[in-house]
């Protein structure tokens, strides 16, 4: 199933989804350079929570630019495939060799604002990303390392660590509504 589709069809699980899913078929339709980051109003991106196969515990990177712990992600920059995109990211940024996901679905999506600033030296002006965020599983035996360019460590947190640690507000909320998720995808099995 292409992305567009796959977008098309993800069930939002409230309100903000709904309106963010909204917004994200708005916007895709009216710009065909959607999957570019050289679109400065905006972009699809993708996102992923990698877990234990518990679901007890998430990887997370501390991110250079926002100086906090957060899930891993990335630009597609025009690439189409984005669960494809999400594995290559999570395993670039936390060093795992072997991730999967839990399932090919969309596992939450967000239109989140990213506040200006320098990455690699340029200027980075205030935008969208329109995020698509997928579950994979990891190994929290197996060797994690950081991506320096990127971020600063790795670390396996249970999901109540994790509000302790993140210190991007506006990120808060979006984490609990996956580790919400997380509860209910536990409960069902």
């Not at 939002?12 to 895709?28: G, H, S, W």
């Not at 891993?72 to 594995?87: F, M, P, R, S, Y």
Request: charged share 20%; with cysteine.
């Amino acid at each position: 199933m292409n992305y567009l589709t796959q977008i098309r069809n993800y069930q939002p699980i409230n309100e903000q989804e709904a309106v963010d899913q909204a917004a994200f078929l708005a916007f895709m339709k009216n710009n065909s350079d959607h999957l570019l980051r050289s679109n400065l109003a905006g972009h699809v991106t993708v996102s992923a929570f990698v877990c234990n196969p518990e679901l007890t515990h998430v990887l997370f990177a501390y991110h250079n630019i926002y100086e906090s712990w957060s899930w891993v992600g990335g630009h597609l920059d025009g690439e189409t495939d984005l669960l494809g995109v999400a594995i290559k990211e999570a395993k670039e940024e936390t060093g795992l060799e072997e991730v999967t996901p839990l399932m090919d679905d969309i596992f939450i999506l967000d239109v989140i604002q990213v506040m200006n600033h320098y990455k690699n030296g340029a200027y980075v002006g205030d935008h969208l990303h329109f995020n698509v965020t997928y579950l994979l599983i990891g190994d929290p035996q197996k060797p994690i390392y950081p991506k320096l360019d990127e971020n600063q460590g790795v670390k396996w947190f249970s999901w109540e660590e994790v509000f302790v640690h993140v210190t991007e507000p506006r990120m808060i909320p979006i984490y609990q509504k996956a580790y919400t998720k997380i509860k209910q995808i536990k409960e069902n099995v």
